[in-house]
């Protein structure tokens, strides 16, 4: 069974704090995601990788950035939190052949 | 604006009865198609896909529907059981995907 793990189930963290979310992979998928799950507005992408090193935007980049130094795992970090960015946020892998992607169980954030 | 959009946010069917999940997007150059199921407190499940060359896909109890002139897709339940109360999301695109709003399914015993 592919698994996708998160480092967190909550956090609650400070207006203008640096967070970090980790996710991590144990079936050598090449594609990893980072979402943010909102009410009404269903997932939002926010960084996409194909590659260890690569990354590209998603729809809603603005506030975030990535890393993916190594192929089975890939963090979200918010650089300077903002109570906007309250929100629950999955992580996802897709092998390079397929559409199918496989979602870890989501970081619900608070940012106060 | 939204690609993929869920206009209903719940559904509420009888145990036993057909649901049905609807889906509309609005890039013709889609090519495929995915549902996906959400329990609280857990990520998204793959349920089913259609590709774009497909106009129905079946796989027990579930079937989705593609109507590409009309850039709609859905997903039958039948029959619809309690364990089947959910959200569920669905998810078009090439290489990346967007995903819809999600509705909410409630099977009643």
């Known amino acids: 069974d592919v698994k996708v793990t998160q480092s967190s189930r909550y956090l609650v963290k400070r207006t203008g704090e640096k967070v970090f979310l980790e996710c991590v992979q144990d079936?050598?998928?090449?594609?990893m995601f980072w979402y943010r799950q909102d009410p009404g507005l269903g997932l939002r992408l926010i960084y996409f990788s194909y590659d260890v090193k690569m990354k590209e935007k998603g729809d809603i980049p603005e506030g975030y950035s990535v890393s993916r130094e190594k192929k089975e795992r890939f963090s979200l970090i918010l650089e300077s939190a903002s109570t906007n960015q309250t929100s629950m946020y999955l992580c996802a892998s897709r092998p390079v052949q397929g559409h199918e992607q496989y979602f870890g169980p989501g970081t619900r954030l608070t940012v106060t | 604006d939204q690609q993929v959009k869920q206009n209903s946010p719940s559904l509420s069917v009888q145990e036993g009865r057909i649901s049905i999940l609807n889906c509309d997007y609005t890039n013709s150059m889609f090519d495929y198609f995915l549902w996906y199921k959400k329990y609280p407190a857990e990520g998204p499940t793959f349920l089913i896909s259609?590709?774009?060359?497909?106009d129905k896909n079946e796989d027990g109890r579930f079937t989705v529907f593609l109507n590409k002139s009309a850039k709609h897709l859905s997903l039958h339940i039948v029959p619809s059981q309690p364990g089947d109360s959910a959200v569920y999301f669905c998810?078009?695109?090439?290489?990346?995907?967007?995903f819809g709003s999600g509705t909410k399914l409630n099977v009643k015993p």
């Open positions: 079936m050598d998928h090449e594609n």
């Open positions: 998810a078009a695109g090439l290489y990346k995907f967007y």
């Open positions: 259609i590709s774009s060359i497909k």
